[in-house]
């Protein structure tokens, strides 16, 4: 034995040796195994630091450049106008005074008429004469007035010595020559209502004339130097024969003439509107009479409706023109002021009204003349200073003095894209004309807007119309009221069920049922917005306008139920109390709630019957006056409120959950009741967290476009009814980008709103970061 321990023991001594040698190996640093590790975890860290930072820095960049693309898209809107001149020449042949300039729809062909009858046609390009043609004058009279019609149509008259006026029409016809399919343009001279000489007055000289033409209808009104006017109305006479007859018979006419019985001294100027309804008989001090033209006719009422004093302070009108759409006035008086007229109906009375008016030049406006088809004017002073505005807008795009002394003329292509002035000495200049977006300014979209045919300055949105008159509407305020309007409606629904949900859930909820409630919640939110707008504009909106008492009836009794279900259920002995586990009590709510919400509806019926004649929406109509839309606010604040509901419900019960335990059981060891430890320690913490939850489904509601989009009118109304619909500047992008032209004036509008919704959602999102960094300082220490 003795030898056996022996050895038993030399074996123990040898075996330490080994020991702290394997424990020297392990715990060796150097060894080549440990140095691989240490540089694969360096790597590992150093390249999630790195591609963390990427990734962040990408979304930073990222965003930053869809704004820079959306201030790209929307800067081009606030560019003001430019002129390049392109051609300037001596006119063969041109004398005498020039009363009308005009140019064809492809700029290339310009037109000018003098005080002799003699229309000449011309090239814009190389200056050469196209065409010369003599209008048939009255034997033996002198011209004495010109009238226009319309830009646009080209019709004209001519009022002459002898009482006569002759009417006639310039134009264009475009013909593509076989095989080249070269443009050739041909001006033409018409009569579209006849050769033969409208009698106004028997050997009386028209002092004043004006026209206006509707179709194959005509109205002219002359007046003379002793201040008689007289009226003519002609209009096309066609039957079967005449209208398929190839021979070209003449058409008859069915003359109709009147005489205003009074005298009117000092008539200057004379001017029919578009609707052919009202005459504005204008003296040379500047007073405008309006008159009604179908009682003038008719003689069955006196048809004087208002006067206006056109230019104050002594000024005189030099310039007069109707814009498109022959329903504003634009007067220019001798000190350089323009201003903007047309009749308003205030309380069913007609009157005519100053809309607004434009920086004064420095010298008296020498000539006005109005786009074909925008609302834009351009008008040139006597000392050759041109200025180009847009009367919606409000707006100079242009101004510059790029004449010397004074012009005889100025004329604007259909298109906007060119302008041709006659300068006093004879010259024809021609400028080229880059004006994109002159209907745009700040006032335009942040401010009230007189449109035409308006009684009073509004908030408009209205991008399109079916005619060519159209004003365009491109105010911001509607959509955006119509976004705050939804998200407010939204908030007032999602913000206490998500607050108080996260509340119970992440503080009173049993572990076991929260593992369960908190996913489904939030499984809610994967459900597509387009669905729960389908079912919102085809299901729930036809059900709340059948059942509005019944949803009212829901939100009062409904919180009434449930506080009245828990009093009665905390007054229970303990012994049934301790039935249900704690934490568990939600679920006794569950039949409470559908119990009590199916009564709301069935005691409805019997209140609706009792108080509201059977019918609540026609009587919220008739008794009160509040306009019904049956996809309105109330029902955009269901959708869109369940929609935000899980944002809103998931961030705030992480915040409330996070909330170290140890503060809670401190508070409740002091003696606290577990709702004082709720107020003054769980919710003070969360609450960066919480209002961060807020204002994300703010963000969230305010950029949502499916739900709205269907569950709306998309009426552009400024209304805060719940009754009523609104338009979001999301919905309307939706709707409005796929039908909007590239680069147009709306397309980029479009763009702006995206941008105002974006830096709504930035404001948002930097309000609540502000606030939560305060809130998390101001409680840090709790």
């Known amino acids: 034995m003795p030898p056996t321990s022996d050895n038993s023991a030399a074996t123990d001594s040898a075996g330490k040796p080994d020991q702290e040698q394997q424990s020297a190996r392990a715990l060796d640093l150097t060894s080549p195994r440990l140095k691989l590790r240490r540089k694969i975890r360096h790597f590992s860290d150093q390249a999630a630091k790195v591609s963390i930072g990427i990734g962040g820095i990408s979304v930073i960049v990222a965003i930053l450049l869809i704004f820079l693309y959306l201030f790209y898209e929307v800067v081009p809107l606030f560019a003001s106008a430019e002129l390049e001149q392109t051609n300037e020449f001596q006119l063969d042949g041109a004398t005498g005074e020039t009363l009308h300039l005009a140019i064809d729809e492809q700029s290339e062909i310009g037109m000018r008429l003098n005080n002799a009858g003699q229309v000449s046609f011309f090239n814009l390009a190389s200056g050469d004469s196209v065409q010369n043609l003599q209008l048939p004058l009255s034997a033996g009279a002198a011209i004495t007035s010109f009238a226009l019609d319309s830009e646009e149509s080209g019709v004209f008259a001519l009022g002459f010595s002898n009482g006569r006026a002759l009417v006639a029409r310039y134009g264009y016809q475009t013909s593509f020559a076989p095989g080249t399919n070269e443009r050739n343009i041909r001006p033409i001279i018409e009569y579209p209502f006849g050769e033969d000489l409208y009698a106004l007055f028997n050997d009386s000289e028209l002092n004043s004339l004006a026209i206006r033409t509707a179709g194959e209808s005509l109205i002219l009104v002359g007046a003379d130097r002793q201040g008689e006017v007289n009226l003519i109305r002609a209009s096309r006479q066609t039957n079967m024969f005449t209208a398929f007859a190839l021979g070209g018979e003449d058409a008859s006419f069915e003359i109709d003439t009147s005489t205003l019985t009074q005298r009117i001294g000092d008539i200057n100027q004379i001017y029919v509107d578009n609707d052919m309804r009202w005459l504005f008989l204008i003296s040379d001090s500047g007073l405008v009479r309006l008159l009604d033209v179908q009682a003038v006719f008719t003689g069955s009422q006196d048809p004087f409706i208002s006067e206006a004093l056109l230019a104050g302070n002594n000024a005189r009108p030099t310039k007069v023109a109707f814009l498109l759409g022959g329903i504003s006035m634009l007067v220019a008086d001798n000190r350089g002021r323009i201003s903007q007229w047309f009749v308003v109906r205030d309380e069913g009375q007609p009157s005519l009204q100053l809309i607004r008016t434009f920086r004064p030049a420095e010298n008296a406006i020498a000539d006005i003349t109005a786009e074909q088809r925008r609302k834009n004017f351009v008008a040139v002073d006597r000392q050759g200073t041109l200025a180009i505005y847009n ?133 809610m939110e ?149 709702w004082q430890s709720l107020y003054r320690v769980v919710l003070p913490t969360a609450s960066p967290g919480i209002f961060s939850a807020l204002m994300i489904g703010m963000g969230r509601a305010v950029g949502e476009t499916m739900i709205v989009l269907m569950a709306t009118g998309n009426t552009p109304v400024m209304d805060i009814n719940i009754f009523e619909g609104m338009r979001t500047l999301a919905a309307n992008i939706a709707v409005e980008i796929p039908e909007s032209e590239v680069d147009s004036t709306h397309y980029r509008i479009l763009f702006l709103a995206a941008l105002v919704l974006f830096l709504f959602t930035f404001v948002f999102n930097t309000i609540a970061e502000v606030v939560r960094q305060r809130l998390r300082t101001k409680y840090s220490t709790i």
């Not at 292509?413 to 209907?439: C, F, K, M, Y």
């Not at 108080?611 to 049956?630: A, K, N, P, V």
């Not at 809103?648 to 019960?653: C, G, K, L, P, R």
């Open 526 to 674: 994967a459900l597509p917005t387009v669905v729960l707008g389908f079912l919102a504009g085809l299901w729930l909106a036809p059900f709340v306008e059948n059942n509005l008492l019944g949803i009212f009836s829901i939100l009062f009794i409904l919180p009434f139920s449930i506080l009245l279900a828990s009093f009665g259920w905390s007054q229970l002995p303990q012994r049934f109390r301790y039935i249900v586990p704690e934490g568990w009590e939600a679920g006794l709510l569950i039949p409470v709630i559908l119990l009590f919400g199916y009564l709301s509806f069935v005691i409805a019926t019997p209140l609706e019957s009792a108080f509201f004649d059977g019918d609540m929406r026609y009587w919220i109509s008739s008794e009160l006056g509040i306009s019904y839309d049956q996809r309105n606010a109330l029902v955009v604040g269901f959708a869109m409120g369940f929609a935000v509901i899980p944002t809103i419900f998931s961030i705030a019960e992480d915040a409330i959950f996070t909330v170290p335990r140890h503060l809670t059981y401190g508070s409740l060891a002091l003696g606290a009741t577990p």
């Open 391 to 523: 009367t919606t807008a409000r707006r100079e795009v242009f101004s510059e003095q790029l004449f010397q002394g004074d012009v005889s003329g100025i004329a604007i292509s259909p298109r906007g894209d060119s302008l041709i002035a006659e300068t006093s000495t004879g010259n024809i200049a021609v400028w080229q004309v880059h004006n994109e977006h002159p209907e745009v300014s700040w006032s335009a979209l942040w401010s009230r807007v007189w449109y035409e045919g308006y009684s009073e300055p509004e908030f408009i949105w209205q991008s399109t119309s079916a005619t060519n008159d159209f004003e365009p509407k491109y105010s911001l305020v509607p959509l955006s009221f119509g976004t705050l309007k939804a998200a407010f409606y939204a908030m007032l629904l999602a913000t206490p069920l998500a607050i108080c949900g996260a509340i119970f859930t992440g503080y009173f909820m049993a572990p076991a049922m929260r593992r369960k409630v908190k996913p489904l919640i939030e499984l």
